[in-house]
Nanobody, 124 residues
Framework: QAQLVESGGGLVQPGGSLSLSCAASEVILSYYGMGWFRQAPGKEREGVSCLSGRDGTTFYADSVKGRFTIYRGNGENTVYLQMNSLRPEDTAVYYC?????????????????WGQGTQVNVSS
């Protein structure tokens, strides 16, 4: 049974927006931090953003700071990644994952759970 299920990827023009969602169980959301990662062909995996499960603190990679927002829907077991001002270099498969509750080293440590991934293409 999938623990994390992503949706919301697709094709968007540069400068456009997309919202990714990650549905998770209450058990996972009550303990873990929730991270978003991406991997483009031929590139290493990148930790994009993280939402602490302990106090709600958010973290962003420099490459997306000011353009992406991570949040949990009110009363929902879903974590979102709102992506604005998208650029061609944002093209990748995006994954959500259950990580350290404080998001410690979320970009370099292996998460405990992964979603299946969703493709984001930014192109004119």
């Amino acid at each position: 049974q999938a623990q994390l299920v992503e949706s919301g990827g697709g094709l968007v023009q540069p400068g456009g927006s997309l919202s990714l969602s990650c549905a998770a169980s209450e058990v996972i959301l009550s303990y873990y931090g929730m991270g978003w990662f991406r991997q483009a062909p031929g590139k290493e995996r990148e930790g994009v953003s993280c939402l602490s499960g302990r106090d709600g603190t958010t973290f962003y990679a420099d490459s997306v700071k000011g353009r992406f927002t991570i949040y949990r829907g009110n009363g929902e077991n879903t974590v979102y990644l709102q992506m604005n001002s998208l650029r061609p270099e944002d093209t990748a498969v995006y994954y959500c994952a259950a990580v350290d509750p404080d998001c410690s080293d979320y970009g370099s440590n292996d998460p405990d759970y992964w979603g299946q991934g969703t493709q984001v293409n930014v192109s004119s």
